[in-house]
């Protein structure tokens, strides 16, 4: 402990003070600079863990010896004032965990054992909204496998979109549950009967990436069958008639090839492959229908075929 003192006491033990300062500054040019930085490591209570994950890695300043492993050691520990520490002071191992890697579970790199695959939200809100969900998934792991290999259905969607797979996965769905479920029978001069069917499926035209697909809960997408009315231009009454079956172009209703069909068609409305068809004003949605049969029959009724053996096994 340092005292002031007064200029008396300072004379007449001015010998005495000199001989100790001497001997005090002879001591301190051998040990003064290794004593502070030795003071400052006891300072730390042994209790305190290192924050190991907040502390930077540095490489060892000391490389005496050639012939020992190099040795990762903290920069808390080599940025001490004590010139001599680096080579006196035992090494640290940095715990592995604590080193940046590569992650083995980037969802860009192939699969790797033990890591979760990402997570596909629009089949996980389809499961769970129970027989409609299903089949709607079904019917779009389908379409998912024609557009993801070598076909002329695939080719032509690529005409507007390079990864038309991608896309189409991320469009979600939707179930109209209070949508039209009656067919309407009407008279067309020349004594011809048109039958217009309850609206299958709809969406945004031009929509593209994350669109949603509405579907009639009451449509061909899921039913077979719909009760027919008749109704009469001028305005007369109507009446019911027996019920009739439903269809999608060349498929019935309620059938793998239709629910694939009436999805492919949509995905044309979402790249704007196939012009808009509201209301099916001059039978353009029975001409929309034939252009992606015109480049996906095929695809869709093997794929079809190939799920029917499968399961028959």
């Not at 899921?222 to 172009?249: C, Y």
């Not at 239709?258 to 029975?286: C, M, R, W, Y």
Request: aromatic share 8%; charged share 25%.
């Amino acid at each position: 402990m340092v005292r002031f003192r007064s200029g008396r006491e300072k004379v007449m033990s001015s010998a005495h003070r000199s001989i100790l300062a001497v001997t005090l500054f002879f001591v301190s040019s051998f040990s003064g600079t290794a004593a502070f930085p030795q003071a400052a490591k006891f300072i730390r209570h042994p209790a305190d863990p290192l924050p190991l994950a907040n502390v930077p890695v540095a490489p060892v300043p000391c490389t005496r010896d050639s012939d020992r492993p190099s040795v990762t050691r903290y920069a808390a520990a080599a940025g001490s004032n004590d010139a001599d520490s680096p080579c006196g002071t035992p090494p640290v191992i940095v715990p592995s965990l604590i080193v940046p890697s590569a992650n083995p579970c980037n969802p860009s790199g192939p699969a790797q054992a033990g890591c979760n695959p990402p997570r596909d939200l629009v089949q996980e809100y389809l499961e769970s909204i129970g027989k409609p969900g299903r089949k709607i998934l079904r019917a779009r792991e389908k379409v998912l496998e024609i557009l993801q290999t070598e076909n002329a259905c695939s080719a032509w969607f690529r005409e507007k979109d390079p990864n038309p797979a991608d896309t189409f996965r991320t469009l979600n769905f939707e179930v109209d549950r209070h949508g039209e479920e009656l067919i309407l029978e009407s008279k067309e001069p020349g004594d011809v009967t048109l039958f217009r069917n309850p609206y299958v499926a709809k969406v945004f035209q031009g929509e593209g990436r994350y669109a949603t697909i509405t579907i009639n809960a009451k449509g061909a997408f899921f039913s077979p069958i719909a009760n027919v009315i008749e109704v009469w231009k001028e305005g007369g009454p109507v009446s019911d008639r027996r019920p009739r079956l439903t269809d999608v172009g060349p498929y019935a209703g309620d059938t793998m090839q239709a629910q694939v069909l009436v999805l492919l068609h949509e995905f044309g409305h979402v790249l704007d492959i196939l012009p808009t068809d509201k209301n099916d004003v001059d039978g353009k949605s029975v001409q929309n229908t034939n252009e992606v049969l015109r480049f996906c029959r095929r695809e869709v009724e093997s794929k079809t075929k190939r799920a029917t053996l499968s399961s028959a096994r």
